[in-house]
């Protein structure tokens, strides 16, 4: 069974400041999606890492994927308010497409930005 | 920009009582998705449909719960008797594929259901 883990799970930043999110899983996947989720909203697709070193920026936000470390990180840079929210990381599909389309999410990182 | 629906937002209903949440999937998007909230919690998988035929559905989808796809836009997920610990927010999702490989999911916006 796929196991995700984030951490931190709760991270107070101040604006300007840099951090990394970090996403571990246990078993092999071809695939991780990074996602963001604002109180009581949905889930909102910020990047789709799909091979081993695949690096993705948007804005002060970057993903890096290291399938053989089974790694994620989400790196963000000079953190302004508005980028506080839930960020979920999650694997999806396995090894030879045993579970295809399924995504397991982590437990989340609640990221809170003070001016 | 197309965008996945999800009816009713809010839905409140006894326990027992069945209750069925109503998705419309992007129009040229062939996956399917339920994923569940539990409030303060992480998103869990329930199922996935393909080819009006479920693909992988986990523990959570046990007997009270079902999909159909009734027609050619909608996609609903029924659960038959409600219990109290079914109360979350349902998000529905879909994607596209492209030579077998998929692409992000897009999620609604949600339903939440709270069962008293």
């Known amino acids: 069974e796929l196991k995700v883990e984030q951490n931190p799970l709760f991270l107070s930043m101040q604006e300007g400041k840099n951090y990394t999110i970090y996403c571990n899983y246990s078993t092999t996947s071809d695939r991780l999606y990074w996602y963001r989720q604002d109180p009581g909203k949905s889930l909102e697709s910020l990047f789709v890492?799909?091979?081993?070193?695949a690096v993705k920026q948007e804005g002060r936000l970057m993903a890096s994927l290291d399938t053989k470390a089974r790694l994620s990180t989400l790196h963000i840079t000079a953190a302004v308010h508005d980028l506080s929210a839930t960020y979920f990381c999650a694997p999806g599909g396995g090894a030879g497409g045993t579970s295809y389309g399924k995504l397991t999410f982590g437990q989340g990182t609640i990221l809170t930005v003070h001016p | 920009e197309p965008e996945v629906t999800q009816t009713p937002s809010h839905q409140v209903t006894q326990m027992g009582q069945e209750v069925i949440l109503r998705c419309v999937p992007i129009?040229?998007?062939?996956?399917f998705y339920w994923y569940r909230q539990i409030l303060g919690q992480k998103v869990e998988f329930l199922v996935s449909f393909y080819n009006n035929e479920i693909s992988e559905k986990s523990e959570i989808f046990d007997d009270q719960f079902s999909v159909e796809r009734p027609d050619g836009s909608n996609f609903t997920l029924k659960i038959r008797s409600t219990k109290l610990e079914d109360s979350a927010m349902y998000f529905c999702?879909?994607?596209?594929?492209?030579?077998?490989?998929?692409?992000?999911?897009?999620f609604g916006p949600g339903t939440r259901l709270t069962v008293t």
């Open positions: 129009s040229n998007h062939l996956y």
């Open positions: 999702a879909s994607s596209e594929a492209d030579g077998g490989i998929l692409f992000e999911q897009y």
């Open positions: 890492l799909l091979s081993n070193g």
